[in-house]
T-cell receptor
Framework: ELKVEQNPLFLSMQEGKNYTIYCNYSTTSDRLYWYRQDPGKSLESLFVLLSNGAVKQEGRLMASLDTKARLSTLHITAAVHDLSATYFCAVDIGSQGNLIFGKGTKLSVKP | DSGVTQTPKHLITATGQRVTLRCSPRSGDLSVYWYQQSLDQGLQFLIQYYNGEERAKGNILERFSAQQFPDLHSELNLSSLELGDSALYFC??????????????FGPGTRLTVL
């Protein structure tokens, strides 16, 4: 059974600091996705990572994928309050879009 | 706004009842996915349809069923409801049979409360 583990599950940061969220998965997959969810809202796609060594950046967020280690990271640079949300990684098994999600990392950025 | 619409937004019902959740995918998207989000189980994939045909099943209970109609909208039917079925139900859509570059776009969700 595929497991997707994120850590930490809760993260309280100060504005201006850097931090990394980790996503480990237990079986082979070459597709990994990061989503953001604001409280009471839907999921917003952030990144699609499709190959080993893939790195994507958008603003203060950078995601990378190491398929050999079965690890993806979401790095936050100089956090701002607007980044406060829950971040999910998801792995596609069978390349059909059956996304298996991690439990999410609830990020709180404080002034 | 992702372009995926779901109705109703909220649904409150009693145990043993049956409800239908509706989803309209983004214009041009042929695939529809249903997910359940609850505090204890997290986000779980339920079922996928592509152009009217069931493509994949996840952790969907036998009391639940879904279908995709010729106009590509989809309905998720939940019957014999139990307290534990209370959750947020998301629909997502993607262009095709989830090619490598596809992204799933999520709707706003339907919050189901079973009393």
């Amino acid at each position: 059974e595929l497991k997707v583990e994120q850590n930490p599950l809760f993260l309280s940061m100060q504005e201006g600091k850097n931090y990394t969220i980790y996503c480990n998965y237990s079986t082979t997959s070459d597709r990994l996705y990061w989503y953001r969810q604001d409280p009471g809202k839907s999921l917003e796609s952030l990144f699609v990572l499709l190959s080993n060594g893939a790195v994507k950046q958008e603003g203060r967020l950078m995601a990378s994928l190491d398929t050999k280690a079965r690890l993806s990271t979401l790095h936050i640079t100089a956090a701002v309050h607007d980044l406060s949300a829950t971040y999910f990684c998801a792995v596609d098994i069978g390349s059909q879009g059956n996304l298996i999600f991690g439990k999410g990392t609830k990020l709180s950025v404080k002034p | 706004d992702s372009g995926v619409t779901q109705t109703p937004k909220h649904l409150i019902t009693a145990t043993g009842q049956r409800v239908t959740l509706r989803c309209s995918p983004r214009s041009g998207d042929l695939s529809v996915y249903w997910y359940q989000q609850s505090l204890d189980q997290g986000l779980q994939f339920l079922i996928q349809y592509y152009n009217g045909e069931e493509r994949a099943k996840g952790n969907i209970l036998e009391r639940f069923s879904a279908q995709q109609f010729p106009d590509l909208h989809s309905e998720l039917n939940l019957s014999s409801l139990e307290l534990g079925d209370s959750a947020l139900y998301f629909c997502a859509s993607s262009v095709g049979v989830f090619m490598a570059t596809d992204t799933q776009y999520f709707g706003p969700g339907t919050r189901l409360t079973v009393l």
